[in-house]
């Protein structure tokens, strides 16, 4: 009897340090995205997360720099979309 009781306690416990750990991150969450929900969004015509898009000169898709296979050409880094754009822009 004593050991139920202990157990609710410990589950009210649990319920409400959870929320309180989903309420501070869901305001961490909300003053993260706070700046970009500002409005400004429509004049950007790139996406900060994803980077610059680039165009890969092997098939002609646009990369994103952030996960972009960079190679640099001449001084210049180049964007492909994989490695095998890569090899090809090479031979
Ligand atoms: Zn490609």
Do not use: N, W
């Not at 004049?43 to 098939?59: F, H, Y």
Request: proline share 3%; glycine share 8%.
């Amino acid at each position: 009897m004593v050991r139920a009781v202990l157990y609710i306690f410990l589950a009210i416990f649990l319920i409400s340090l959870l929320r309180s750990i989903i309420g501070v991150v869901g305001k961490g969450l909300a003053a993260l995205f706070e700046p970009d929900s500002s409005g400004r969004d429509s004049t950007g015509a790139e996406p900060r997360k994803a980077g610059e898009l680039k165009r890969d000169p092997v098939c002609g898709t646009y990369v994103s720099t952030a996960t972009s296979v960079k190679k640099t050409v001449d001084g210049q880094v180049v964007h492909f979309c994989s490695a095998a754009c890569s090899e090809k822009y090479k031979a």
